[in-house]
Each structure stands twice: as C-alpha cells, then as structure tokens.
C-alpha cells in the first residue's frame, strides 16, 4: 500500500508538471505578489509592532486567502486525479464546490483543535509533565491515522461524491499511517531543501543586496510550496482512489 501511494503520487505529479501550475500557478503568483507588497509596505519589519490593528486585519485577509486558495487548488487538483478534469491557464475558481470544500476542510481542523485541547485539558488537571507526554504519544498513535483516514471526506467532496467521516474511515482500513508515511516521506525532502537553499541564500547575504535576497527567498519557497502542496493532495488523491477500488462505489463513473 505504502509503495502504491508513493508511486501513484509521485507520477501524478511530476508526470503531470504543466497541470500542476495550471491548477497552482494564479493562485502563488497572488499570494507572491501579496508577500511582496508586505515586504515593501513595512520595509520587512513586523506589521504589529507600528499597528497592531493592521496586523488584525492582514491576517483575516491572509486567512481568507489560505481557505479560498486551498480549497480551489484541492478541488482543481483531486478533480484532475481521479476524473481527469484539466483546468485553464488561468485558475481562480472558487464556486459552490469550493465551498462546500472549506466546510469539510473547517470541520477536519476543528478535529484537529479538539485534540490539542483534550492534551492541553490533561497536562492542566494532572500537571506531571511525564504522564503528560506519554499521554499525548498515545493519543497522537490513535488520533493521526484517524486524522488521515477521515481526510478522505476531502476527495470525495471534490469528485462530488460526498460521504460522511464514518464512511470515510470505514472504507480507509490499514491506510491511515500509510497516507501520513506518504505524506511525510515526499515532503521531507523539500523542506529540507528549502532550509539549506535559505542557509545558502543567507550566507549571500553580504553580496546581494537585501530586497533581492527576499525576493529569491520569496520566489523559492513559493516553488517549494507549490511541490510540498500538490504532492500531499495528491497522496489523499490516491488513498481515495485506493479505498474506494476496495469497495463497491455507488458511482463508477467517478473513476472513469
């Protein structure tokens, strides 16, 4: 199973480039130009310390910008994976569909908060960090192949196939570990690539001059970004694929 993901989301990708910018491409030049903008805008000073109620607002601005662009590249992306939907040059969708993406995507975080709280809940009533710890290690074990077994919902709303977090762990059995193994093991590299390429970059430092040296920072992590992010997608892409050819679905058309 490990194996299968890992190839199927591999070649999904990087056998599929110039669809990768197509669905990604408008939406990280945006978010670049928008960095941009703050770098120049505050001299690459922090926003909150000349006013804090600026801050409040940019980061609703960028919080509204994370939410419609994830959920517009993940549909886009699934939709391309499992129905072979290719989109235009240009990609800035965000409709019902999208929507109904962010809701499932809010609703899998607030699971994700639940648990951090039920952690923090523990380390305040027992107040031993060693119970504490051990605690939260057993509670991880269970609740991350959980986490990734019921991000199937995701896949499923994109296709317009919707099914409920009970049916998605139900039809994901044995492939919970497998999709955070995946995930873990395709994105590692890039992050660390990311790291040496800013340690490089910071060691330039003294030859290029400052705006430039954010700006090739800037420009790097968004490739960096753009690889990191469609290759997790794509591991929930194949996963779903993966459980549902191991049942019976209601809609084969959805494969086709």
Not at 36 to 55: K, V, Y
Not at 71 to 88: C, D, K, N, Q, Y
Not at 226 to 233: A, E, K, P, Q, R
């Amino acid at each position: 199973m490990l194996k299968r993901l890992l190839g199927d989301s591999v070649s999904l990708v990087f056998g599929n480039l110039e669809t990768v910018f197509k669905v990604c491409g408008s939406w990280f030049v945006l978010q670049f130009a928008l960095m941009m903008l703050i770098r120049l805008a505050t001299g690459g000073a922090d926003p909150q310390s000349g006013n804090p109620g600026a801050m409040v607002l940019l980061s609703v601005v960028m919080l509204m910008f994370a939410l419609a662009s994830s959920a517009s590249i993940g549909v886009a992306w699934h939709r391309f994976g499992l129905l072979g939907e290719t989109p235009g040059l240009i990609h800035l969708r965000v409709g019902g569909l999208e929507l109904k993406f962010i809701l499932k995507s809010l609703l899998l975080a607030l699971i994700f908060v639940c648990v951090w709280l039920i952690i923090g809940f523990v380390q305040v009533a027992i107040g031993v960090p060693v119970v504490t710890g051990v605690f939260a290690i057993l509670l991880l074990i269970f609740a991350i192949p959980t986490f990734m077994r019921l991000s199937l919902i995701l896949p499923a709303t994109a296709v317009e196939h919707p099914i409920s977090l009970g049916e998605a762990y139900s039809i994901s059995e044995g492939l919970g570990w497998r999709m955070f193994l995946a995930s873990l093991i395709l994105s590692l590299p890039f992050v660390l690539a990311g790291i040496l390429f800013q340690y490089l970059l910071q060691g330039m430092a003294g030859s290029l001059p400052i705006i430039l040296l954010q700006f090739k920072l800037m420009l790097l992590n968004v490739l960096l970004q753009i690889i990191v992010t469609v290759l997790g997608i794509s591991v929930l892409t194949a996963g779903y694929r993966m459980a549902t050819e191991a049942h019976s679905s209601p809609d084969p058309s959805v494969f086709q």
